[in-house]
């Protein structure tokens, strides 16, 4: 049974500062990791994938993951009010297969 | 260059009676997967599917749910004699996977939100 885990929050960070986001996983063939947001009432929306060690960077946003640890993160940098929101970490197996969800984070920004 | 397709965006049904969702992928997606979203939980898989063929259903519930793809024509989640559990927001994803670089990556649709009365 694969697993996806992730501290719900609310995680309360001050506008301008970086966020952290983390997340764990069960299933060690894992191959392919997302971060998607959703907010209240609406779809997910892919902010970042990442498949290999390491770090990732796209503008604000930065995805590092570690298979050894089986850890997968998300940090947000100049934390603006509009990235409040609900986070989810989503696993795959590489394949063509559904992903696996973390229950999300709740992030809030505070201005 | 339209996103996922999903209709209706709100649906009501009484209990036991049957619930139709729609979902047409995005252009040059020929793949496609159901989730389902309970209220204060996560996206859980239900079925993946090509055109005319389901190729992994182990997140559908084995009764009154069923999901098909056909050859012309949008996808469609079936729920049969609905109860309450069943409320919830269904979403809809697709993926351009078949190319090297494809990765797997899944859009998803802006989700039916059905209510059961």
């Known amino acids: 049974q694969k697993e996806v885990e992730q501290n719900s929050g609310p995680l309360s960070v001050p506008e301008g500062a970086i966020a952290s986001l983390n997340c764990t996983y069960s299933?060690?063939?894992?191959?392919?990791f997302f971060w998607y947001r959703q907010y209240s009432g609406k779809s997910p929306e892919l902010i970042m994938s990442?498949?290999?060690?390491g770090d990732k960077e796209d503008g604000r946003f930065t995805a590092q993951l570690n298979k050894a640890s089986q850890y997968v993160s998300l940090l947000i940098r100049d934390s603006q009010p509009s990235d409040s929101a609900t986070y989810l970490c989503?696993?795959?197996?590489?394949?063509?297969?559904?992903?696996?969800f973390g229950k999300g984070t709740h992030l809030i920004i505070q201005p | 260059n339209a996103g996922v397709m999903q209709n209706p965006r709100h649906l009501v049904r009484r209990r036991g009676q049957e619930a139709r969702l729609r979902c047409s992928p995005m252009?040059?997606?020929?793949?496609v997967y159901w989730y389902r979203q309970l209220p204060e939980e996560g996206l859980k898989f239900m079925v993946y599917?090509?055109?005319?063929?389901?190729?992994?259903e182990s997140g559908m519930p084995k009764e009154r749910f069923s999901a098909e793809f056909p050859k012309e024509g949008p996808s469609i989640l079936r729920i049969q004699q609905v109860v309450r559990g069943d409320s919830a927001a269904y979403f809809c994803?697709?993926?351009?996977?078949?190319?090297?670089?494809?990765?797997?990556?899944?859009?998803f649709g802006a989700g039916t939100r059905l209510s059961v009365l």
């Open positions: 599917l090509q055109k005319e063929n389901i190729i992994d």
């Open positions: 990442i498949y290999s060690n």
């Open positions: 989503a696993v795959s197996g590489g394949g063509a297969d559904g992903l696996t």
């Open positions: 252009k040059g997606h020929s793949h």
């Open positions: 299933d060690r063939v894992s191959q392919s």
């Open positions: 994803a697709s993926s351009p996977i078949g190319q090297a670089s494809a990765k797997n990556i899944q859009y």
